[in-house]
């Protein structure tokens, strides 16, 4: 029988949601130091949520797909403004959660395996466009999400450009030319004793995204651009 793989962020609900309200999972980063992500983030309430989010969920319509719903706090908001939202997540413990919380249709499983259904908006939040990996995975995951988009569907998507990461005190960007792109990080993380293996997560600028978008069929626009190069934008099947 093959031994489960490692689900720390699934774990990490799962332990919050039955009372361990100080659960934290640890982040390793390629590009940065350890970093610590209390659990409780990803319980938090529309209010709680910073006001890129809240905006992007203001933008959802129709049949809406949570990619990456986590413990589902982003498709509950959702609901209770009446829209039809199903929570894709790959994590069991995660769904387990979600449903537990009240989330009305759960679907776990792997965005890029699964038999593709129809929906009016495809929601990305918490820079949920690192599901393509690196650049060069880009392009399949857009074609993979028109495989997911009803026709006059959007998605709506959160990055932003991390350059900041590799800037200088004198306000100079040290980044190779010729290396891969500044965006592409690899992540590894632990809660307790289950660590998952590295993972590639990208980041992306709002007018590199638009370059892949178009090239993949789609219009890109701009929604959203707040001060700490966080942003939304929407895409839509041209």
């Known amino acids: 029988m093959d031994k489960p793989q490692p689900d720390p962020m699934g774990a990490g609900i799962k332990a919050y949601w039955e009372g361990d309200k100080e659960a934290t999972i640890t982040v390793y980063s390629d ?34 797909l949570d990619i990456g719903a986590g413990a589902g706090s982003h498709a509950l908001a959702l609901q209770e403004k009446g829209l039809a939202v199903t929570a894709l997540e790959i994590s069991q413990r995660a769904c387990e959660v979600q449903k537990a919380r009240g989330v009305k249709q759960v679907l776990q499983g792997d965005f890029f395996t699964l038999e593709p259904s129809s929906h009016d908006t495809l929601l990305l939040l918490m820079n949920g466009i690192g599901l393509a990996g690196t650049l060069e995975g880009l392009p399949a995951f ?20 991390i350059l900041y990461l590799y800037e200088d005190e004198d306000g100079s960007v040290l980044i190779d030319l010729n290396g891969p792109y500044y965006g592409e990080l690899t992540y590894m993380m632990e809660f307790e004793e289950e660590r998952s293996a590295p993972f590639p997560w990208l980041f992306i600028s709002f007018d590199l995204l638009q370059q892949y978008a178009e090239e993949a069929g789609f219009k890109a626009e701009l929604l959203l651009q707040e001060e700490d190069d966080h942003f939304i934008a929407r895409l839509t099947l041209a």
């Open 142 to 161: 857009l074609e993979t999400c028109s495989k997911w988009l009803a026709p006059g569907g959007q998605i709506l998507l959160e990055s932003s450009d």
């Open 31 to 64: 590009q940065m130091e350890a970093d610590e992500l209390p659990v409780a983030y990803l319980f938090r309430t529309l209010e709680e949520m910073p006001q890129r989010e809240q905006f992007a969920l203001s933008e959802a319509k129709g049949r809406v």
